[in-house]
């Protein structure tokens, strides 16, 4: 598709757009029942009108009309980030369903684990990976509630295994950032509050952030239940994300790979979205449709 000339960036992507949905047989109406964005949106992107539209809500119409990203941008002249960005002076929005806070789960969602790290640690000590799990989870959800320390846990591993373990060690080495995670999370920060809620151990956190997993944006809140003493799906540690966002439940949208903890979540009054660890690309559009700003 070519539509060069003199047109500005934003009426060009415009133009790609709309001879892209036209090929798929699309009307406007049809493909924002399919995407989920809003009429007005669609039709302010076809016409120009948005100058910095999200690389997410682009996204989502490549991926309603079965064309990648690039089919779309590749013929508009490069200036990714200011369609991926909308910069760090925006004020703060508000999205079409109310959501002014996100808040992200850490593991599986933030970062991947998996179980490298039992793994790993199966093949230094030569047993296997069922066992040293029968231990471990014997012990996590007290470590993570902050009850009993880490060290109890490492005691407890290596009078098992015959071996010294330093369990935040073996997470450390294995942790890895979600695909895509990061580019999602700085647009969210550059549009909305932001915060982490997550069930771990003392510092993985802090960790995480120092040796670069997290994604490294100004988070608002970080309620970690080793701090707080509750764990998900507990009320306790949704109560005190509320008290740290300074919000309503029904103005807080929580990402979580567990349904338990969603189901527990939106009971409370929160907006919730599952995140597929196995899928994190469609995961990260069906984020960035909820997150879609009121017009």
């Not at 995407?35 to 991926?63: D, M």
Request: aromatic content about 8%; charged content about 20%; hydrophobic content about 40%.
């Amino acid at each position: 598709m070519d539509v060069g000339g003199s047109l500005t960036e934003e009426k060009q992507l415009g133009q790609v757009i709309q001879m892209a949905r036209k090929k798929a047989g699309l009307t406007q109406q049809a493909l924002c029942q399919k995407s989920g964005l809003s009429y007005s949106t669609l039709a302010k992107i076809e016409r120009g009108a948005i100058k910095t539209p999200s690389v997410f809500t682009i996204r989502q119409v490549a991926l309603t009309l079965g064309v990648s990203l690039d089919d779309l941008l590749g013929n508009v002249k490069d200036n990714r980030p200011a369609l991926s960005h909308t910069g760090n002076s925006t004020p703060k929005k508000v999205s079409r369903n109310g959501v002014r806070f996100v808040y992200f789960d850490m593991n599986e969602c933030l970062v991947r684990f998996g179980s490298r790290g039992f793994a790993k640690l199966a093949e230094e000590s030569g047993h296997s990976v069922d066992a040293i799990e029968t231990i471990f989870w014997q012990y996590d959800a007290e470590v993570c509630r902050g009850t009993i320390s880490i060290d109890e846990l490492n005691t407890a591993l290596a009078q098992r295994l015959n071996m010294l373990v330093d369990w935040k060690k073996y997470y450390l080495d294995a942790v890895e950032a979600m695909p895509g995670i990061d580019e999602l999370v700085q647009w969210v920060a550059e549009n909305y509050r932001v915060g982490i809620i997550s069930n771990t151990m003392p510092g993985f956190i802090d960790s995480l952030r120092e040796g670069g997993r997290l994604p490294n944006v100004a988070y608002d809140s970080v309620v970690d239940s080793s701090a707080v003493h509750a764990l998900k799906p507990e009320q306790a540690i949704f109560d005190a994300a509320v008290q740290q966002a300074g919000l309503d439940p029904q103005e807080i949208l929580l990402v979580d790979d567990n349904r338990g903890n969603l189901a527990a979540a939106s009971r409370l009054g929160w907006k919730t979205v599952w995140f597929d660890a196995y899928h994190p690309e469609e995961s990260i559009v069906n984020i960035s449709s909820a997150l879609q700003p009121a017009d």
